[in-house]
């Protein structure tokens, strides 16, 4: 089973320092049938303006991932955590008990871009942790590298839910398949360029939801960055 979220049909919000799309319901934008896939529950693609950014506010219970696609931005956190996060880093924060943060983009003449990830944890009421892996251009060009698992495999981030994020990077005859477990939900972003997804045409921003697939075929890509989230089903 397979259906598809297109770009034009997500949530949008205009703050005039920030342009906001929202794939699943989040602050003012509303629909009862984008509230999340699976544990899945927030994947916003944040324009913030040169300069601008979110100031100290805060997060509980959510485990929490920024993948920067163009830019930067500088993050501080009340766990003591400060950096600037650029393009091929994968910052996770887990707000755990409760935690405060801001987040800037540092530079003054360029906008910055970046996919904010929520995923609602497989256990509550825990200290919060912080993690931040660079993954190079390398390690996803023409392949599906893994950032985010439940374990840690393969040098990706440990995360407190049973989910993997997968990237990976494919231009021209680049092609990759990857075994699905039918029981489980596939949920793929292609956060830019276009991409061929088990027989789909995709253009940034849109998404594919998957269930009861046995095998992820991605092809044809120009110039596309794609993000694969592998899920369990909840309930």
Do not use: C
Request: without cysteine; charged residues 20%; glycine residues 10%.
């Amino acid at each position: 089973m397979k259906a598809i979220r297109l770009a034009q049909d997500r949530g949008y919000a205009e703050h005039g320092w920030l342009k906001s799309f929202h794939s699943f319901s989040f602050a003012e934008y509303y629909d009862p049938r984008f509230m999340g896939f699976g544990p899945l529950r927030v994947i916003n693609d944040d324009w913030i303006a040169p300069g601008m950014g979110f100031g100290t506010h805060p997060h509980q219970n959510m485990e929490i991932i920024t993948y920067v696609l163009d830019g930067a931005i500088a993050h501080k956190d009340s766990m003591g955590n400060g950096s600037t996060i650029l393009p091929g880093n994968v910052q996770y924060m887990s707000a755990g008990t409760g935690v405060r943060h801001s987040e800037f983009n540092p530079d003054t003449r360029q906008a910055t871009r970046l996919l904010q990830i929520w995923i609602q944890p497989d256990v509550t009421g825990v200290a919060p942790r912080y993690d931040e892996k660079t993954f190079s251009r390398e390690s996803k060009d023409g392949k599906l590298a893994l950032v985010v698992s439940p374990d840690g495999q393969d040098g990706s981030i440990a995360i407190r839910q049973n989910a993997r994020l997968l990237i990976g990077m494919f231009d021209g005859a680049q092609s990759q398949q990857l075994p699905l477990q039918a029981n489980r939900l596939t949920y793929v972003h292609l956060a830019r360029g276009t991409l061929e997804v088990n027989g789909v045409s995709m253009k940034e921003g849109d998404a594919l939801m998957l269930s009861e697939e046995n095998l992820l075929e991605i092809s044809a890509g120009q110039q596309a960055e794609v993000l694969v989230f592998d899920l369990p089903r909840l309930g």
